[in-house]
């Protein structure tokens, strides 16, 4: 058994290093933690992938998306996600020709794949609430402490929600574009940057509904506010191949993943994320293996047994720790949790709690830092205690 206070304890000692390397994975459970009232009811201001893909398959039924969904295949164990669906029409729309595939034309294809990228950007284009959500909480923590490195965060969601964070907290960062009216994608830039450590850097690694292809021009991909004409929209990375791939936005920003892991002290701190992109799994994976300096810390919203594919990363790979709501898998091993009574703790019990246990009378220790609202809180409690241990510094 391990004691939960203990591990955040060890988590925010690896946040307040400064000789470390930062960097955030923020998943679609991020959003999805944000509750807000619609129609009198509370909501997630911006549903799951699971939920994404009911809606749209929904909305588009008339349009026959069933019949691309049986076309997939996909594990018995898995369901078809919208970025599947979205990929198997693109890789449709290179293949048809002037032919059909299953009663689709091109014309047919192309009008469902601009109508799928409409309805994500509807169901994801949402503004932050009128208060302090962890994406405040994440920026201000970036802002509030001074460090040697800037910090990364990356993330596979298409939504502007971080870049809405950090703007509202005056934090300059870098995401890969430069310009105002029509930014460009600067691949050079990417692979060049050295940017002060005030700055953070933003990697949306599955494409953001900003994004577009300049289809009548140079092929090149900008990001601008509203929906240009005559171009093709940049979410979630299709399965085909590209002539210059090493241009395209996917590629370049996944790599950014591999090299932040890749040397010196580096600490990884996945949240929102359930470790089913087995592309992103294979690159944490393969990096933390070959650097035993850096580690990667998964914050799990539920318990454990509900991530099968985070715990058989866990087990083959030792720098990868695992904290879930009824325990951890740390070091190759699988533990509950279990308070040492003999220290008094309070300073995690915003997240640190004793709960019943379904059908019985005994209690359980819960820890639910894997709620980005908690994590939030922990954050920003850091930024707290920093300032206090440097105003009574200044006061000696």
Known sequence: MKDPYLQLDILQQALESDKSKIAFLLGAGCPVSIIVQEEGKDKPLIVDVAGLTKSICKTLKGQNIDKIVSRIDIPTDQDVTIEDILSHVRLLI????????????????????????TEITNAVNKELPDIETPYHKLSSWIGGIPRNNPIEIFTPNYDLLIESALESKNIPYFDGFI??????????????????????????????INWWNDLKGKGNV???TGVP????????????????????????????LGHFLATGQAVLVTCGYSFVDKHLNAIILQRLLANPRAICFGLLFNDLEKYPDALSCAKN???????????????????????????????YDYCI????????????IKCNIGDFQNFGKFLLNQVGNFHASKDNGNAE
């Open 353 to 364: 709690k004793s709960e019943k246990k379904d059908g019985s009378d005994e209690s359980a």
């Open 229 to 256: 004409p005559d171009n093709k929209q940049m979410i979630y990375p299709s399965h085909l191949k590209y002539d210059e791939s090493r241009l395209m936005p996917y590629f370049a920003l996944q790599d950014r």
């Open 317 to 347: 790979t030792t720098n990868l720790s695992l904290i879930a709501k009824d325990g951890a898998f740390i070091g190759g091993q699988q533990v509950t949790w279990n308070i040492d009574e003999s220290n008094e703790k309070n300073h």
């Open 94 to 117: 290179e293949v048809v020709g002037k032919g059909k595939i299953d009663d689709f034309t091109k014309k047919i294809l192309v009008k469902l794949e601009k109508d799928i990228c």
């Open 179 to 208: 310009g105002s009216k029509q930014a460009f994608f600067d691949l050079h830039a990417i692979e060049n940057e050295v940017l002060p450590p005030r700055w953070a850097k933003l990697w949306k690694l599955h494409g953001s």
């Open 222 to 224: 900008f990001r601008v």
